[in-house]
């Protein structure tokens, strides 16, 4: 999914340089400018720079693959009463029923591919041009650049000026989604107080696993700078508005921390839809605390 | 590391280090090799200047506070763009060899001395405080809280590290024209959100102008700005990405293109 | 004949820290043709090592302050040693000079009320100084700078050109101001480019200097490459005199470690802000040190010293906020009676006087600064400080209204390198007061200067003057040879020697025979500066540039141990171990220093510099009245209080 939106520029063969080779091939201008102190190593870093872009990379690409598989699959993601955050909400006539939860209907029938496909869009799209990940695969992914003061293999750069990467900007219509995704995920987890029979008032494994789900879902996407401007940050005078000056100092912490909240939720979020894969398919059932 | 330099200097105060330091001009030049002495306690600047009293005279460097507060001995140590005075030997070990050279997203004068007039020239586009019409010297009130932010990036000493180390210019020469680069984007962000700055009263839209005509949609907030400053100062949390959005504000957002709608019609 | 490029301007500046930028801000502003020459990039001035603040009774934080408290606390700061004009108009126009900064943009700490806060510095009555954390040297050189830069932008809209009236050449270096051989008038300067090496005259009729201090011919200092004393030695050359030379401002918190950073400046906001003064048995002995003429302002027990932060009205001020000589005089004595830090300082601590947060806060720049340098975190633990060589409150003998150098039409000082506004001592935050003060006088005068002057008026920089003062700068490749044929000497050995006998013998105390074994030294180290080589050629070449300033910082030293050791008292920056009392008569003496005639390097007796005793102006009727008449006793002799 990622790999769709990746930046589709003239010399995209060279992105499949991985990025720890040192010194991939740099362009010929940049550090070797005619004018600039003339060394031919593209850079002199010593210390393991490639470390940082290359785990990036795999941390993605092995999320990447795995929601591929789970969203295409299109089976196992429910089990009373939790239901795969991947598949929620279930928009379309071919959903699994599920009592009380999040599926509408709206694609009417003649969806017929995975559910998953439909409401996937918006979380995906959210973390894609988000101001984090976009760094994450900037420099993991296109070396653009690998590291910094690190020669990055690209002739040109037009960074977000122009299509589709100006696209970007569109990063706070994805937090209005990202905030709709996660109250639907919120109801989610409070269906999850029910047992297998919908019966109110009972928690399992399930339930926690949900709850932390939530929470990291929740603080990861308070802690959008789009949403730390939209609280405040777009205000001139803090002073004449002191409860957003509060609120944007509080996701102003959060803000601080949004890589970290971007890895865990992104963890979080698929180790609950693996939750759910390992109760549908029978892997065991869910301890039940109460 | 807070106590490796204490505990270094306890066992021997000085020893030989072994040093590349990049020599030459625009002509051309190459790293030569050097041993030179080093004692407890010394950044890389001490070195430097060792390496002058005693073994090359005319080595050429920038510097002047050595306390990290004016931001002139900007150079590139094992690649890292730093500040000679704030980098301390300590953070090496004695077999390392450390590798000196100029700033490499500039052109070099000679030795470590680079030609940052590309600085002073994006500084000169960038438009400068507007004063209010109405507000005598002596009549301005500003919070505290209002002030904060722009304080933040008024910390700048104008190193140009993030100059520097910003591939946008670093990697593409042809983008010095249209990029003003991140201290400078930095500053429009400071006078956005200066509380008294009148710029939009005399039709200057700074949000605007710095997409149009500084080039902010060439940051691709890799944060290397961020990592290098000597100030620490959050350069893309808090200066970047919230000019971004303020651009967002003005061209992009649906719902405050449709509130300027309604309001107008008002 | 040395062919160089000429070019013509109104105001030449030489110098861009406060002084200079803002002169120049105020020559362009009257309409000239100004270009500003400083050594370094634009924007790097030693100003920005400033950190405490400017002092300006703007009365933000005490209604009671107003310009007369000001000038008292500055009259004493300086023991009545000042120029009491200058005093007075610092005093006066201090906070019209802060104001004006905000309208260019400057963010200064706010109060409350959202005026600017002012804070507590030594020797200062009240809460005075405006101020950004701990970086408001920085604040105001990139207001200034950011000025210059909107004033450039206008004349670009205007002119289609940047620097069609406002011109600054970065990395260049005067070597000379020239002067019209008949009139005396200032015709220009003799200026090379650091980065080429290349010569060029910049012809005015007006040239301010605003070039700093001296402290680089001290060996601990708190003071960059720079302060060569090259404003000094210029208008020295051009005939202009300095005034007390004698008075060097040891401040007394800078870094003792570690060895390579012994002298960085620990601001004395750290003690405005409630740090404390101890030695190694734990004591504060600042209470031991008030001295006689302070004793009814400063606190005696550490009881009334703590109150006083919270409430200055019913206690008396902790005495770690003592004038700087005296706090600097005091670690001095401490460390020599063996109760000394073990890197041979006194501790300051803030980290049992304030909560982390606070301190992160209020001194970033110093936490930063010791955390980075030192391995020190001062929110936990003391920092070691001692004296290091700080500033020169000698300079050159200025008109106190017009800044314009005594006895040479056209040439003007401001900042540092004009003399007699601090007297024997500066206080703390005064400094950047001054610069903008005295700026902007020395820049409006100079521009009413040149605006008097046609181009009739302007006499030409001959060739002749081009071609010696290209001889003078070009010496260093071909020096005078070593007797016996030696190697050229190392300029770098010739000033490490001058520093450490500038630190050693006219240090912070002072004694007759080790002034007169540094006039020895330094005429020796005259000699071997005209044999010091220098290696490569002309492009960026730091041997080159050193010594060039070794003449510079030569006739400076000259110039203050002279002075030290003729003036037999003890006052403010200068402490003499042979005369401990400060003496009455010698309060209205200015020792005045001069080029000599005769010129012999090898002679220690005569040496290059003429130095004689000048009585002061009496102090202003009106002026002399703000103070009560049992504290003028203390400093005025009889005679002087009864002519009153």
Redesign the interface.
């Known amino acids: 999914m990622a790999t769709t939106t990746q930046p589709t520029e003239p010399d995209s063969s060279d992105s499949s340089n991985s990025p720890d080779s040192p010194g991939s091939h740099?362009?010929p201008?940049?550090?070797r400018?005619a004018?600039?102190?003339?060394?031919a190593e593209a850079?002199?870093?010593?210390?393991r720079w490639w470390l940082a872009p290359t785990a990036t990379a795999l941390g993605l690409l092995a999320f990447i693959v795995y929601a591929t598989w789970r969203a295409f699959a299109n089976t196992d993601y429910y089990q009373a009463p939790y239901v795969s955050p991947f598949y929620s909400p279930c928009l379309a006539q071919n959903c699994e029923p599920m009592k009380g939860g999040p599926n509408w209907e709206i694609f009417g029938s003649w969806w017929g591919l995975s559910p998953a496909l439909l409401i996937l869009i918006l979380p995906l799209g959210f973390r894609l041009t988000c101001?984090y990940y976009?760094?994450a695969y900037?420099?993991g992914f296109w070396a653009?650049?690998p590291a910094?003061?690190?020669?990055?293999p690209?002739k040109?750069?037009?960074?977000?000026?122009?299509f589709p990467?100006?696209m970007q900007?569109?990063?706070?219509?994805f937090f209005y989604a990202g905030v709709l995704v996660a109250v639907i995920l919120s109801y989610d987890t409070l269906l999850g107080f029910r047992n297998a029979d919908y019966e109110w008032g009972h928690m399992g494994l399930g339930t926690l696993v949900f709850l932390v789900n939530i929470v990291l879902i929740w603080l990861y996407t308070l802690s959008c700078?789009?949403c730390?401007?939209i609280v405040g940050?777009?205000l001139?005078?803090?002073?004449k508005h002191p409860v957003r000056?509060r609120l944007w100092g509080m996701v102003g912490k959060l803000?601080?921390r949004h890589m970290l909240l971007a890895w865990v939720s992104l963890v979080s979020v698929s180790l609950a839809d693996l939750y759910v894969y390992l109760l549908a398919t029978g892997a065991f059932d869910d301890p039940q605390f109460f | 590391m807070t106590t490796s330099g204490a505990a270094n200097s306890a066992v021997s105060s000085s020893y030989d280090a072994h040093f590349r330091v990049?020599r030459?001009d625009?002509e051309?030049?190459?790293?030569d090799d050097y041993t030179v002495e080093v004692n407890e306690g010394e950044v890389v600047l001490d070195i430097i200047h060792r390496l002058q009293a005693t073994q090359t005279p005319d080595l050429a460097v920038r510097w002047n506070c050595k306390a990290g507060k004016c931001g002139s001995c900007s150079a590139?140590i094992?690649?890292?763009?730093r500040l000679l005075c704030m980098t301390r030997m300590s953070v090496f070990s004695r077999e390392d060899t450390i590798?000196v050279?100029?700033l490499?997203?500039?052109?070099?004068v000679r030795d470590l001395v680079?030609?940052v007039s590309f600085n002073y020239t994006k500084a000169r586009e960038i438009p400068s405080f507007v004063p209010p019409a109405d507000l005598g010297p002596g009549e301005y009130r500003m919070?505290q809280?209002?002030v904060g932010r722009s304080q933040e990036f008024r910390k700048c000493i104008e190193c140009f590290l993030c100059q520097?180390?910003c591939?946008?210019v670093?990697?593409?020469?042809?983008?010095k024209e249209a990029f003003a680069g991140p201290r400078y984007l930095m500053r429009i962000a400071e006078l956005d959100?200066h509380?008294l700055d009148a710029a939009e009263e005399q039709g200057l839209d700074r949000k605007t102008s710095a997409q149009e005509e500084h080039?902010l949609?060439?940051?691709?907030?890799?944060?290397?700005c961020t990592?290098?400053c000597p100030e620490g100062i959050?350069i893309t949390?808090n200066a970047l990405?919230?000019l971004?959005?303020?651009?967002?504000?003005r061209?992009?957002?649906?719902l405050v293109w449709l509130g300027n709608k309604i309001r107008r019609r008002e | 004949m040395t062919q160089v490029e000429r070019q013509h301007w109104d105001v030449v500046i030489v110098g861009a820290g406060g002084a200079g930028l803002r002169a120049a801000i105020e020559a362009r502003a009257q309409g000239l043709r100004t270009a500003v020459i400083c050594k370094s990039l634009f924007g790097k001035a030693h100003t920005v090592m400033a950190e405490g603040g400017i002092a300006a009774s703007m009365g933000n934080a005490n209604e009671s302050d107003n310009w007369q408290v000001h000038f008292r606390d500055t009259m004493r700061g300086g023991k009545f040693l000042n120029q009491w004009r200058m005093a007075e108009l610092h005093a006066k126009e201090a906070p019209d000079r802060v104001w004006e900064l905000e309208t260019w943009g400057a963010l200064f700490d706010r109060t409350k009320d959202g005026r600017i806060s002012q804070r507590n510095f030594g020797g200062h009555e009240y809460p005075r100084l405006a101020h950004v954390g701990d970086r408001t040297g920085l604040e105001l050189i990139r207001t200034l700078q950011q000025q210059i830069v909107s004033l450039q932008q206008q004349d670009f809209r205007e002119h289609g050109d940047y620097e069609a009236r406002l011109k600054v050449f970065q990395e260049c270096t005067v070597t000379r101001v020239l002067k019209d051989e008949e009139g005396g008038q200032v015709t220009g300067t003799f200026c090379y480019q650091r980065e080429s090496g290349r010569f060029f005259v910049l012809e005015a009729p007006a040239v301010v200097l605003a070039t700093g201090g001296i402290g680089k011919s001290f060996k601990v200092t708190s003071n960059s490459w720079e302060y060569t004393g090259d404003g000094h030695a210029l208008a020295l050359l051009a005939g202009a005199s300095l005034i007390n030379m004698e008075f060097v401002q040891f401040h007394p918190t800078g870094m003792v470690w570690p060895p390579s950073v012994k002298g960085i400046l620990v601001t004395e906001s750290v003690r405005g802000d409630g740090g404390v003064l101890t030695n190694s048995d734990g004591r504060r002995f600042m209470f031991d040190y008030v001295p006689e003429v302070f004793k009814d302002k400063y606190a005696e027990s550490e009881k009334e010293a703590d109150g006083w932060y919270e409430d200055p009205e019913h206690n008396r001020r902790p005495p770690e906020l003592l004038p700087r000589d005296e706090v600097a005089r005091a670690i001095n004595s401490e460390v020599k009676a063996g109760r000394g830090s073990p890197h041979g300082g006194v501790f300051l601590d803030v980290s049992t006087r304030m909560p982390a947060e606070v301190i992160k806060r209020r001194l970033p720049s110093m936490h930063h600064q010791f955390k980075e340098l030192a391995d020190v975190d001062i929110t936990a633990q003391p920092m070691e400080v001692g004296p290091t060589c700080h500033y020169v409150m000698g300079g050159i003998e200025v008109d106190p209204d017009t800044a314009e150098a005594v006895g040479v039409p056209g040439l003007f000082a401001a900042g540092e390198v004009s003399g007699g506004m601090h007297g024997s001592n500066r206080l703390g935050g005064n400094s950047l007061s001054d610069l903008l003060v005295f700026g902007r006088r020395a820049g409006l005068y100079a521009a009413r200067h040149a605006a008097a002057r046609g181009a009739a008026d302007r006499p030409p920089v001959t060739e002749a003057q081009i071609d010696s003062a290209a001889i003078e700068a070009l010496y260093p490749f071909t020096p005078e040879e070593v007797p016996g044929g030696g190697n050229a000497e190392n300029p770098y050995s010739v000033h490490q020697e001058l520093q450490q006998s500038m630190n050693d013998l006219v240090g912070i105390i002072r004694r007759e025979e080790e002034m007169e074994e540094a006039l020895e030294r330094l005429a020796q180290l005259r000699v071997r500066a005209r044999r010091a080589g220098v290696e490569g050629h002309r492009q960026f070449n730091p041997g080159w540039h050193l010594a060039i300033d070794l003449r510079n910082m030569l006739l400076v030293s000259e110039c203050v141990a002279r002075a030290a050791l003729a003036r037999t008292e003890s006052r403010g920056g200068h402490t003499r171990d042979d005369y401990p009392g400060m003496d009455r008569e010698w309060r209205r003496s200015n020792l005045v220093c001069t080029l000599a005639d005769q010129t012999d390097a090898k002679d220690a007796k005569s040496g290059q510099i003429e130095l004689s005793r000048r009585d002061m102006p009496p102090i202003r009727p009106d002026l002399l009245a703000l103070f009560e008449r049992g504290e003028l006793t203390k400093y005025l002799t009889d005679e002087e209080l009864t002519t009153e």
């Open positions: 740099p362009a201008g940049g550090v400018s004018g600039r102190a003339s060394i850079h002199l870093r010593v210390d101001y976009r760094k900037y420099r653009s650049p910094c003061a690190v020669a990055e690209h040109k750069y037009t960074g977000e000026t122009r990467l100006i900007n569109i990063h706070r219509y700078h789009s730390r401007h940050g777009k001139k005078h803090f002073s000056y803000t601080g | 990049w030459g625009a051309g030049g190459g790293l590139e094992n690649g890292h763009p590798t050279t100029p490499r997203a500039f052109p070099v680079t030609d919070q809280e209002d520097d180390t591939h946008v670093r990697d593409h020469e042809e983008n959100m509380p080039g949609g060439y940051c691709n907030i890799t944060k290397c990592e290098v959050k949390d990405i919230p971004k959005e303020r651009a967002v504000d061209k992009y957002d649906p």
